[in-house]
Structures are given as structure tokens and as C-alpha cells.
């Protein structure tokens, strides 16, 4: 592996990329609720490299009103998903951009095998490839558990969690005082709906990467910030670090 993981150590402020020349191209793997988006970000910002994730692409596209754009919105608008060769061609375009020189920490993407074989080719066409998957693993009940324990205030749009990040007041937001809300998505007969459909399509890809010997198991249980310590003594451990 080209990373010297260790050039960073954990608790350095996680703004300024190490020094030298090494790149840093993670993918992050993980059921719904398991916490992607909050550690990729975390780790994004330890290594100084984009966080790098389609839905973030996507709406960057559509607010520049560009020719990909407008083909994505084409699909958004029509209720449809967007197609995996429109999908690739959005995140090869963003990995081309001069902040991705030095390394990317990609989350949400690839969802299928067929859009990890797509990936595997833009990275061979421009000579570059993966450091790591990190897999965060957290089994069905706790994320079931933990997603239903998320409330959103409707007002502001602030963010909570009952047991993580609980409001002072119960059911208040501390900022305008509304009743806090739990989204749809975060009710349990919609949460295994989406566990269901990510178990048929992307599960898969665990294998997939492991029999590469990219793949980094992490445990998801826990509080984001013992994750994370987690999950940066994990990376230490790779081989080639």
C-alpha cells in the first residue's frame, strides 16, 4: 500500500495533509445507519483529501446547471435513479479536479458490483487504485435501534439523538424550542426496508474487496467518537503502513 498511515497520527487537527507525496484513496462500505458519512468525513479531513460523495456530486452538478447536470436532474425530476454510467462519469469527473491530486475518501459509491467493476476501470484508465475499503459492520437491530433514536427539528432543521446528541429540553430543539420530530426514513419499517435492499445489492461488495485484500473491517458499535478511534487504530494496522 502507498500509504504511510502513520504520517498522521490520530488527534493531529486533521486540517493540514501530510507531508510528501503519498496519496490517499479510501472507499467507505457500510449498511444504512452504520455511521459512513460521519467517519469518511473524519477521515477526510485527518489526511487533507475530499470527501468524496455522489449525492454531493450530484446536487454540485445540478446547482452549476452543466450538461451532466442537467441529465441527472433529467432522472431526479422523472422519480428515477441515476443510471450507473451517468453515476461513473460524475465521480471520474470529480476525481479529475485539481483538489483530488493527492487522494479522495469516496462515500455512498460503489452500491453495486457491476458500479465497483466501473470504478475499478476509471482507476485503471488513469493509473491510480485503491488504498482501502473500510467496511463499518454494525448488525441489523442496533441500526434499527440507533437510527429510530434520531430526531430532527423541523423549524431550523437542527439535529439529534436521544442517546448521542439529546436536546435539553425532551422534544424540544435548544434553539427555537419546536417539537422535534423523527424523519420517515428513520422509522423502523422503513429502516429494514432499506437494510433489505442493502443486503440484495451491496453487501456483496464486502467479499468483493475482501478477496482483494483492500478491505478494512471495522466495528460500528458505539459512539461516533469511539468509532473513530477504532477505526484510525485499524488503519495503522494495515499492511504496508
Given at each position: 500500500m502507498r500509504v504511510s498511515w502513520r504520517r498522521v497520527g490520530f488527534g493531529d487537527?486533521?486540517?493540514?495533509?501530510?507531508?510528501?507525496?503519498?496519496?490517499?484513496?479510501?472507499?467507505?462500505?457500510?449498511?444504512?445507519?452504520?455511521?459512513?458519512?460521519?467517519?469518511?468525513?473524519?477521515?477526510?479531513?485527518?489526511?487533507?483529501?475530499?470527501?468524496?460523495?455522489?449525492?454531493?456530486i450530484f446536487r454540485r452538478e445540478i446547482?452549476?446547471?452543466?450538461?451532466?447536470?442537467?441529465?441527472?436532474?433529467?432522472?431526479?425530476d422523472a422519480g428515477h435513479l441515476v443510471p450507473d454510467d451517468?453515476?461513473?462519469?460524475?465521480?471520474?469527473?470529480?476525481?479529475?479536479?485539481?483538489?483530488?491530486?493527492?487522494?479522495?475518501?469516496?462515500?455512498?459509491?460503489?452500491r453495486t458490483e457491476a458500479q465497483a467493476e466501473a470504478l475499478d476501470r476509471v482507476l485503471e484508465a488513469s493509473q491510480r487504485e485503491l488504498d482501502a475499503v473500510v467496511y463499518l459492520d454494525l448488525d441489523a437491530d442496533r441500526i434499527v435501534k440507533r437510527m429510530g433514536g434520531r430526531r430532527v427539528c423541523p423549524q431550523?432543521?437542527?439535529p439529534y439523538h436521544l442517546v448521542h446528541m439529546p436536546p435539553r429540553d425532551d422534544d424540544r430543539c435548544d434553539v427555537c424550542g419546536a417539537t422535534l420530530v423523527a424523519r420517515e426514513d428513520d422509522k423502523p419499517e422503513t429502516v429494514r426496508q432499506r437494510l433489505a435492499t442493502y443486503q440484495r445489492q451491496t453487501a456483496p461488495l464486502v467479499d468483493?474487496?475482501?478477496?482483494?485484500?483492500?478491505?478494512?473491517?471495522?466495528?460500528?458499535?458505539?459512539?461516533?467518537?469511539?468509532?473513530?478511534?477504532?477505526?484510525?487504530?485499524?488503519?495503522?494496522?494495515?499492511?504496508g503502513a
Open positions: 487537527d486533521g486540517v493540514n495533509p501530510p507531508e510528501g507525496d503519498e496519496n490517499v484513496r479510501l472507499v467507505f462500505l457500510g449498511p444504512p445507519g452504520a455511521g459512513k458519512g460521519t467517519q469518511a468525513k473524519a477521515v477526510a479531513a485527518h489526511y487533507g483529501v475530499p470527501h468524496v460523495s455522489s449525492g454531493d446547482d452549476r446547471g452543466s450538461r451532466l447536470g442537467r441529465r441527472i436532474r433529467s432522472y431526479l451517468v453515476t461513473i462519469e460524475a465521480i471520474a469527473s470529480r476525481m479529475d479536479q485539481a483538489d483530488c491530486a493527492r487522494g479522495w475518501v469516496l462515500d455512498g459509491y460503489p431550523c432543521g437542527r468483493y474487496y475482501d478477496r482483494r485484500g483492500l478491505l478494512v473491517r471495522v466495528s460500528g458499535e458505539g459512539s461516533p467518537d469511539e468509532v473513530r478511534v477504532r477505526l484510525f487504530e485499524q488503519l495503522e494496522t494495515v499492511e
